[in-house]
């Protein structure tokens, strides 16, 4: 799914798939017959082909290097580069969930390997047979793991957009983090930005789950990372389209390159964004 959200990001359509796998001997056939399962049900969503690679040993465990390959009109193409001053700056979704997925699956390990280190401090065997059966608490969170261990590329949003008849002039999917990637694209558009904290989409369940484990929500949603959302730029004359489409929410927009990448609080304060976050502007 990630390697078709990289096509996707693009403007494009992907259509092929090339998997390259490397496995050691511990992998059964039957455990290959289920990572294929998963792919094709990967691919079968967006119509793409599995058409080839390659199968070799492996003395360490799994390796996995799949290439995406898609198309695109030439005019249709979209890159990082083309965002201009005044442009509208949109994400698709919300943010955040899947690193408070990630964070979930951590807590119930550490509460599963607590609980087998206390029993066998105490020699304790019936308690020990007993977190054979160990269910973490997952209730109420199911979003979470979801968007964590099942991302989905974005495609209904690119087929949203092509049918309002809006081209993006910039766009990249969120894999490391929105605010490392919003830099990306000011970096090679040669731009600034001014994005809201206030229009940052954040879900009910992420929200919920920061607040569990103390921790910033907002920091969360901007450098969390793994959504596979898609962050795009706009025209400004496209505000009424945008602003119209499900599931796309406009959070900013492109300032001129001296003005930097900020992010503008609650309370209207700003801060400057940074690869690893965001910080006071002194």
């Not at 199968?55 to 390796?63: C, K, P, R």
């Not at 001014?194 to 879900?203: A, G, M, V």
């Not at 103390?214 to 602003?243: M, Q, R, S, W």
């Amino acid at each position: 799914m990630v390697n078709i959200s990289d096509i996707f990001a693009m403007n494009g359509m992907p259509r092929q798939l090339v998997v390259n796998l490397a496995l050691s001997k511990r992998f059964t056939v039957e455990d290959m017959e289920a990572f294929y399962a998963g792919l094709r049900a990967a691919c079968d969503k967006w119509n793409v082909d599995i058409v080839g690679g390659d199968t070799t040993s492996s003395y360490t465990g799994l390796a996995i290097s799949i290439t995406c390959i898609g198309e695109a009109g030439a005019d249709k193409i979209v890159y990082r580069n083309g965002a201009k001053d005044t442009d509208l700056i949109c994400v698709s979704g919300d943010l955040g969930a899947a690193y408070m997925g990630l964070q979930l699956l951590e807590r119930e390990k550490t509460v599963y390997y607590q609980q087998v280190d206390e029993a066998r401090k105490k020699n304790d065997q019936r308690a020990l047979a007993a977190l054979k059966d160990f269910q973490p608490d997952f209730a109420g969170k199911e979003y979470l793991l979801q968007r964590q261990l099942q991302p989905e590329a974005r495609g209904d949003i690119i087929e949203r957009l092509r049918e309002a008849n809006i081209r993006p002039t910039a766009m990249m999917d969120i894999s490391d983090g929105l605010s490392s990637e919003l830099l990306h694209i000011c970096k090679q558009s040669h731009c600034g930005c001014r994005i809201y904290e206030k229009n940052l989409p954040i879900d009910y369940q992420t929200a919920v789950m920061a607040e569990e484990l103390n921790l910033n929500v907002t920091t969360c949603a901007l450098n969390g990372g793994e959504d596979y959302e898609l962050l795009f730029t706009v025209p400004i004359g496209d505000h009424e389209k945008i602003v119209s489409i499900k599931d796309v929410r406009l959070i900013g927009h492109i300032t001129k390159e001296a003005l930097g990448a900020q992010l503008v609080t609650r309370d209207n304060a700003e801060f400057a964004l940074t690869a690893q976050g965001w910080n006071p502007l002194q």
